[in-house]
Nanobody, 114 residues
Framework: VQLVESGGGSVQAGGSLRLSCAASGYTYNRNCMAWFCQAPGKEREGVARIYTGSGNTYYADSVKGRFTISQDNAKNMAYLQMNSLKSEDTALYYC?????????WGQGTQVTVS
């Protein structure tokens, strides 16, 4: 299983970015897809997740109302629409496939908000 994130970049506060995560390999039995972030000097934390079967979503309080997670199961893709970005959103964002026995992580894509 391999996950590749894209869509990161530099944006001004108030702007938007859309992160994409392309999964290859067998991930169709995954429990959910998730996005995590890690800012410099801080621990990695969960941002959002979406369950494969139900499509139910959960968000960290800090991003509720601003970020939207979605998935395209047919394409094996996950997305994170990030609106009204703030400087505190600056971090390396990781895509995660949560499988029954293990998790798979991408390499991350940098988001910088100034």
């Amino acid at each position: 299983v391999q996950l590749v994130e894209s869509g990161g970049g530099s944006v001004q506060a108030g702007g938007s970015l859309r992160l994409s995560c392309a999964a290859s390999g067998y991930t169709y039995n995954r429990n959910c897809m998730a996005w995590f972030c890690q800012a410099p000097g801080k621990e990695r934390e969960g941002v959002a997740r979406i369950y494969t079967g139900s499509g139910n979503t959960y968000y960290a309080d800090s991003v509720k109302g601003r970020f939207t997670i979605s998935q395209d199961n047919a394409k094996n893709m996950a997305y994170l629409q990030m609106n009204s970005l703030k400087s505190e959103d600056t971090a390396l964002y990781y895509c995660v496939a949560v499988m029954p026995l293990t998790d798979y992580w991408g390499q991350g894509t940098q988001v910088t908000v100034s």
